[in-house]
């Protein structure tokens, strides 16, 4: 990774060879604009034909649910990351008392599924705790006894345990170079971390991020499950109440494309807030 | 294990509940991963040959078809796979029933297996285009022109130069699908096929060692894992040979 084959010239300086108008008019040509009228058809149909009456009673839900998907969302992303980068860094340049435990998780956590772990989480833990009278007695009980710390521990574990890995390939592709001007700047370890390291790596990281981040969304349906109310569950209770196959999913599709299309838009903000050198 | 320090005497009863004989669960637990395996196999395999289409189709099909397949990559990407299972479950057991009685037959009931292959090989078609789109891209384009300027047809082109050039740099993004593929049929336990993952949940709930069969589980689908991590990398070796060696120099 440090070294870069002669051949391959660096573009040091990205050009955008795709201005505005030329990108609108790729979008008018004729076979486009029969799909998107299709595509308009369609969407007419489905709004036309099917039935959306029971909107206005679930109004309510629906938000709530939508709250909590982008909640859990957010809050494990942010967790499994923070927890991503001393996994990630125990492995790159930790020593073995601590890369191979940090290994051990990273395998562990991605060779089995999510939901797998979701419910030995829930059930299995949810069947121990109460059998010790000290939990039931501390002030987490009343934690313990829902379902969202479960869910929200299960996915933040699994976030670092694909994130960890991510993170270790990061941390080490940084040049060695780097951080031997810094060492030789007299910078304490830390500082050296803080501001040359992390920052370089979360910079390569950050494409992978992006994916791990909408995988990660479509991840959190399985809380569902567990009987945490998000998305996917408001759905799954109006497809009981209303006995409406198509129309609670194809709305659920929708919403779900819409948080991707935003999260990958967000990153892409991220991305470009960065000055990049590399090509 | 955590039974094991609650109660030492519990060890026996520990192999009792997971031995592979009737009053043991070790049996469903065992037909549970066998039918995640078939599942896994045959969606790999089906998302295959739709990535193998789809991959040609985005690289040398028609504005048309490069369209509809830039669709189908970003929306089944997008969408949870949990979602997809059950809109493709019920529309595709719908569009075919009301096919079979427009044709005149009986309504059949599809079976569990049929569509769960084919519902997540539909999943991982997407995924797999992308990775065989890249890896064909990778190829050095002047052994495809060559293969052109021979005269080679199309298909021989394909089976010939196209998919040997192409495999050890697609291999590690199909590693990786494989591995998705036998994760993935655990979402069919949410519509109630009996895989692994819904295997272990009766047994779990029947006898109440949770713990104990989510564990033992577990343990089978690290098993898998591993052991295609290990079959992967004699694969990637042959796929490589006479190919510089890729290991970093530090």
């Not at chain 1, 979360?202 to 349906?221: C, Y």
């Not at chain 1, 109006?238 to 819409?258: H, I, K």
């Not at chain 2, 998302?47 to 830039?70: C, F, M, Q």
Request: charged letters at 15%; aromatic letters at 10%; one cysteine or more.
């Amino acid at each position: 990774m440090s070294e870069t084959p002669i051949e391959v010239p660096i573009e040091t300086f990205p050009i955008h060879k795709e201005t505005g108008g030329i990108r609108i008019a790729s979008l008018l040509q004729p076979h486009r604009i029969v799909m998107m009228l299709i595509g308009l058809a369609l969407i007419a149909s489905a709004v036309f034909f099917m039935r959306w009456d029971w909107l206005q009673n679930y109004g309510d839900l629906i938000a709530q649910g939508l709250w909590r998907t982008i909640w859990i969302l957010i809050v494990t992303v942010i967790l499994g990351f923070l927890l991503a980068v001393p996994l990630g860094l125990a492995q790159a340049s930790g020593p073995a008392i601590l890369a191979v435990p940090a290994k051990m998780f990273c395998t562990v956590i991605r060779g089995t599924p999510l939901l797998l772990q979701l419910w030995l989480l829930y059930y299995g833990l949810g069947s121990l705790f109460p059998q010790y009278p000290w939990i039931r007695g501390s002030e987490l009980w009343p934690y313990l006894r829902q379902a969202w710390p479960y869910a929200v521990l299960a996915l933040t574990l699994s976030y670092a345990g694909y994130e960890g890995e991510v993170m270790r390939g990061a941390f080490a592709s940084v040049p060695k170079g780097q951080l031997e001007a810094a060492r030789a700047f007299g910078m304490p370890r830390f500082t050296i971390f803080r501001r040359i390291w992390l920052p370089q790596a979360i910079h390569r990281a950050l494409p992978t991020l992006a994916g791990e981040a909408v995988l990660q969304l479509k991840s959190t349906p399985l809380v569902a499950t567990i009987t945490v109310v998000d998305l996917y569950a408001v759905a799954s209770r109006v497809r009981q109440d209303t006995f409406l196959t198509y129309e609670p999913l194809l709305l659920l599709a929708a919403g779900y494309l819409v948080i991707t299309g935003i999260i990958v838009m967000l990153f892409r903000r991220v991305e470009r807030m960065i000055p990049s050198k590399l090509g | 294990m955590a039974d094991a320090s609650i109660l030492p005497a519990a060890i026996s009863g520990m192999f009792g509940l997971l031995s592979p004989n009737p009053p043991g669960w070790g049996g469903n637990l065992l037909r549970g991963l066998f039918h995640s395996l078939q599942i896994a196999l045959g969606s790999f395999g089906i998302g295959l040959i739709i990535g193998t289409l789809g991959a040609y189709g985005k690289l040398y099909g028609g504005p048309i078809v490069r369209d509809i397949a830039a669709i189908y990559t970003t929306m089944v990407r997008a969408i949870p796979e949990l979602v997809l299972i059950l809109l493709l479950y019920y529309a595709g057991t719908d569009l075919i029933n009301r096919l079979f009685e427009a044709l005149g037959y009986s309504r059949v009931d599809i079976s569990g297996l049929v569509a769960g292959i084919v519902v997540l090989g539909f999943v991982q078609g997407a995924y797999a285009t992308e990775v065989l789109r890249g890896a064909i891209k990778s190829i050095p384009q002047g052994e495809i022109e060559a293969a052109r300027a021979y005269g080679m047809s199309p298909s021989l082109m394909m089976r010939r130069i196209t998919l040997p050039a192409m495999l050890p740099h697609a291999l590690p993004g199909l590693a990786n699908l494989w591995l998705i593929a036998t994760k993935d049929t655990s979402l069919l336990a949410v519509v109630g096929f009996a895989e692994l993952t819904l295997e272990t949940r009766q047994a779990a709930g029947a006898t109440k060692a949770y713990f104990l069969f989510y564990m033992a589980a577990g343990a089978l689908y690290l098993f898998i894992t591993l052991f295609s991590n290990a079959i992967i990398g004699r694969v990637e070796i042959w796929a490589r040979r006479g190919m510089p060696s890729v290991k970093e120099a530090h």
